[in-house]
């Protein structure tokens, strides 16, 4: 008789644990349908003013009406960008809080000890938005005119004189560290939450000089406030085509630029991340955004969220490589 009721037991187990399953698929599917049932959040773990906020800021305004429910973009700085990263990660994986990440946070993996999160399990890659080139850049009262007369004051300087960076961690950070190793200059490092602060600094003779991306400095170095020394990428920048590159300048093989990119929490449903990627991508190819991309320094890209996600692997084990040999360790 016992075995007479196990057995009729295992097929309403059964059919209770389908039924179940079917029901999570459902409301799921459902979740997909209405999505977005209200405003979508771009996380930018930079202050205001900076390359990622107006990257960010450029594809929320047209996003908007795509999705007919406002995309906005909030500053999440801090930590060289992993605060940012770690408040999307952890956040409800439902498509309405974003993440634009960037270069530093595949630095990031590498350069801190400890993160409270995994760049590449945690967050699912749906777009590159665009590669933007960093520039080394002085103040425009600066004696110097090209790197090697830079290299020349800055060795016989006292005190050494300062960089700054986006944080450290980032991009700038690491490309200020190599410089000083191919070059032999010791700089004092100035860490910053983003590019308003620090380009505010170098403006004002606080800072003498930065590796920073190319957006936020452009219009002070065609204002004349700012020189431009060099590029830190292999190939010259269509916005500043008379700068030299490092590669150029003497510091063969320096390429390091910055991509920026979204990203949202691992688990978010198929279909919602699937029309964002797909929505942003064609937002991103249009002439429209290229134009203003172009205006700003920045090459649009668009790819797709598997091109993305090998981009973050291949960068994350050349960032590992890098850090190792720059000797950059953060708690």
Not at 147 to 175: C, D, R
Request: glycine letters at 8%.
């Amino acid at each position: 008789m016992t075995h007479l009721k196990a057995l009729v037991r295992r097929p309403i187990r059964r059919n209770f644990c389908l039924a179940v399953a079917s029901l999570s698929l459902y409301c799921m599917a459902a979740q997909a349908q209405t999505w977005p049932a209200k405003p979508v959040t771009l996380v930018v773990p930079f202050p205001s003013g900076g390359t990622t906020d107006v990257l960010a800021r450029a594809l929320a305004d047209r996003l908007t009406p795509v999705l007919g429910q406002p995309v906005i973009v909030e500053s999440k700085p801090g930590a060289g960008a992993t605060l940012g990263a770690d408040l999307v990660a952890k956040s409800k994986p439902d498509g309405y809080t974003l993440l634009v990440g960037a270069v530093h946070h595949t630095i990031a993996s590498s350069v801190y000890k400890k993160l409270a999160y995994d760049f590449q399990k945690d967050l699912v890659p749906l777009t590159t938005i665009a590669m933007v080139p960093n520039v080394m850049a002085v103040n425009a009262s600066h004696p110097a005119k090209t790197l090697s007369e830079w290299v020349t004051l800055a060795k016989s300087a006292k005190p050494e004189l300062s960089y700054g960076s986006n944080g450290n961690g980032t991009a700038q950070h690491l490309i200020g560290t190599q410089f000083q190793n191919l070059t032999g200059v010791s700089l004092l490092h100035v860490p910053y939450k983003g590019s308003g602060p620090l380009t505010t600094d170098l403006l004002g003779g606080q800072i003498a000089v930065t590796f920073d991306t190319i957006t936020p400095v452009l219009p002070h170095i065609k204002a004349g406030k700012l020189r431009a020394l060099a590029v830190t990428t292999a190939k010259r920048s269509s916005a500043l085509p008379d700068v030299p590159t490092l590669a150029e300048s003497g510091l063969p093989g320096f390429d390091i630029g910055t991509w920026f990119g979204v990203l949202a929490p691992a688990a978010t449903p198929k279909d919602i991340t699937t029309r964002l990627s797909q929505e942003m991508i064609k937002i991103i190819r249009s002439a429209e955004f290229r134009k203003r991309m172009e205006e700003i320094g920045a090459e649009p890209v668009g790819n797709t969220s598997e091109q993305m996600a090998r981009q973050i692997k291949e960068e994350t084990d050349k960032f590992a490589k890098l850090v190792k040999q720059a000797n950059v360790v953060l708690e």
